[in-house]
C-alpha cells in the first residue's frame, strides 16, 4: 500500500478514498463482463432452469439482459430475462437471476447464452457470455 494523499491509499493496485474505489483500466480489464454462478459451466441441468450470475451494469436496459438456452445445434429452447436484483444503473457489477422453462431436447449437451441487451440495434454494441451445459 502506498499513501497517495490524506484520506487516499493504494491497495492492490487499487486506490480507494472514503468509500470510493478507482480501479486502473489495466485491472478491470481483466475481471470477466458475465460471472455465472448457477449453472456451473458442464452443468447437467434440467427445467425450469434458474439462472444466477452478475454482470455489468451497461449489458442492462430497463433492469434486464435477455438470456437463452439452445440446443446442441443451436436451435433456441427457451428465451428469458435476466432480472437486476440491484441498481442496474452502475458501471460495476449487477446480480441477476433468470427461470427458463424448456422441453428436453435430443441433443446432450447445449449452450446458456447471457446477453448484452442493445436497444439501439448497433451490431457493433452486441456481445454475449456462453456457458456449456448437459442436460439431464
Known amino acids: 500500500a502506498a499513501l497517495?494523499?490524506?484520506?487516499?491509499?493504494?491497495?492492490n493496485g487499487v486506490m480507494q478514498a472514503a468509500g470510493i474505489v478507482y480501479e486502473?483500466?489495466?485491472?478491470?480489464?481483466r475481471k470477466p463482463?458475465?460471472?455465472?454462478?448457477?449453472?456451473a459451466s458442464g452443468s447437467k441441468?434440467?427445467?425450469?432452469?434458474?439462472?444466477?450470475?452478475?454482470?455489468?451494469g451497461p449489458w442492462?436496459?430497463?433492469g434486464q439482459l435477455p438470456v437463452k438456452l439452445l440446443d446442441g445445434n443451436g436451435k433456441v429452447l427457451a428465451i428469458g430475462a435476466g432480472i437486476a436484483q440491484t441498481d442496474w444503473m452502475v458501471q460495476d457489477y449487477v446480480v441477476f437471476k433468470a427461470s427458463l422453462t424448456f422441453i428436453k431436447p435430443n441433443t446432450a449437451k447445449g449452450t446458456l447464452v447471457i446477453q448484452k441487451e442493445n436497444p439501439s440495434g448497433d451490431p457493433a454494441r452486441d456481445a454475449e457470455f456462453k456457458v456449456q451445459v448437459s442436460f439431464k
Not at 486502473?24 to 480489464?29: D, E, T, Y
Not at 463482463?33 to 449453472?39: A, D, G, K, L, R
Request: hydrophobic residues 50%; neutral net charge.
Open 33 to 39: 463482463v458475465v460471472v455465472v454462478t448457477q449453472p
Open 45 to 56: 441441468v434440467t427445467s425450469p432452469l434458474e439462472v444466477n450470475g452478475k454482470a455489468k
Open 4 to 11: 497517495v494523499g490524506i484520506g487516499v491509499y493504494y491497495m
Open 60 to 62: 442492462f436496459f430497463e
Open 24 to 29: 486502473p483500466p489495466a485491472l478491470a480489464a
